[in-house]
C-alpha cells in the first residue's frame, strides 16, 4: 500500500484530565501516515486521484485545537475518524499525537499515543 506522511505538525490544545490543562492549554504535535493506492496519482498528476496535504492538515488542526478532550487516545481516534469521513480513497491510517508537556514529574522528551485504523 502506498503512504502520505504528515510529520510533526505542532498545534495548541486543551486536553487533559486535570483543570489547569484546559485552562492553561498545551503544546501538541501530530504525525499521520494515510495508506491508499496512489498508482492513478502517480500517473495522471491530477490532485482529484489523491488526497489533499493541506486538507489532511487543516483537519488535523480543527480536531486538535477544538473541543478539550481527556486524553490524547481520544484525540488521536477523532482524527482518524474525521480521515475516513473526508477522504473515500482512504484505507487505512496511522495517527500519532504526542504530548510534549503533559503534567507528569521527571525528565522525558514526550508522552504519545499511536493508533492504526482501517476503513470498514
Known amino acids: 500500500m502506498d503512504k502520505i506522511y504528515v510529520n510533526q505538525m ?9 483543570p489547569e490543562e484546559n485552562k492553561l492549554g498545551q503544546r501538541y504535535k501530530v504525525d499521520v501516515v494515510l495508506n ?4 492513478q496519482a ?12 493541506g486538507k489532511i492538515y487543516h483537519i488535523t488542526k480543527d480536531v486538535v485545537e477544538g473541543k478539550a478532550k ?10 482518524a475518524y474525521q480521515f475516513f469521513a473526508s477522504f473515500e480513497k482512504l484505507n487505512s ?3 500519532k499525537v504526542y504530548k510534549p508537556d503533559p503534567p507528569i514529574p ?3 522528551q514526550s508522552v ?3 493508533i492504526f485504523r482501517e476503513r470498514s
Open 106 to 108: 521527571g525528565h522525558y
Open 10 to 18: 505542532e498545534f495548541y490544545g486543551y486536553h487533559g484530565l486535570y
Open 36 to 39: 491508499l493506492d496512489l498508482k
Open 70 to 79: 481527556h486524553l490524547v487516545e481520544a484525540v488521536a481516534e477523532e482524527i
Open 93 to 95: 491510517c496511522t495517527v
Open 42 to 53: 502517480g500517473k495522471s498528476d491530477h490532485m482529484d486521484d489523491s488526497i489533499d496535504y
Open 112 to 114: 504519545a499515543v499511536e
